[in-house]
Nanobody, 112 residues
């Protein structure tokens, strides 16, 4: 069965950087688009970024455009989210999603 496991979250100061990773197993990773979502306290889960199966086409939510970058390594069945110039409003639980499966989520906190 499909499994997604996120890693790389934590506490970072405003303006700092983090890289999230999501390791996939149990399905043919290179056949599927992959997504990063986030959910802040008291808010609905929102789509942050999408990458197509080849890795050539990406899509971003407006507020993260230019600061967050989604990428993938199909040989490693892993999708990444590089987060730069982080802001307090980026604080949320971040989820990896693909092939109708979800990771468990990982906390990102941006605070001084």
């Amino acid at each position: 069965q499909a499994q997604l496991v996120e890693s790389g979250g934590g506490l970072v100061q405003p303006g700092g950087s983090l890289r999230l990773s999501c390791a996939a197993s149990g399905f043919t990773f290179s056949n599927y688009a992959m997504y990063w979502y986030r959910q802040a306290p008291g808010k609905e889960r929102e789509l942050v970024a999408r990458i197509d199966p080849s890795g050539r086409t990406t899509l971003y939510e407006d507020s993260v455009q230019g600061r967050l970058t989604i990428s993938r390594d199909n040989a490693k069945s892993t999708v990444y989210l590089q987060m730069n110039s982080l802001k307090p409003e980026d604080t949320a639980v971040y989820y990896c999603q693909g092939r109708e499966s979800w990771g468990q989520g990982i906390q990102v906190t941006v605070s001084s």
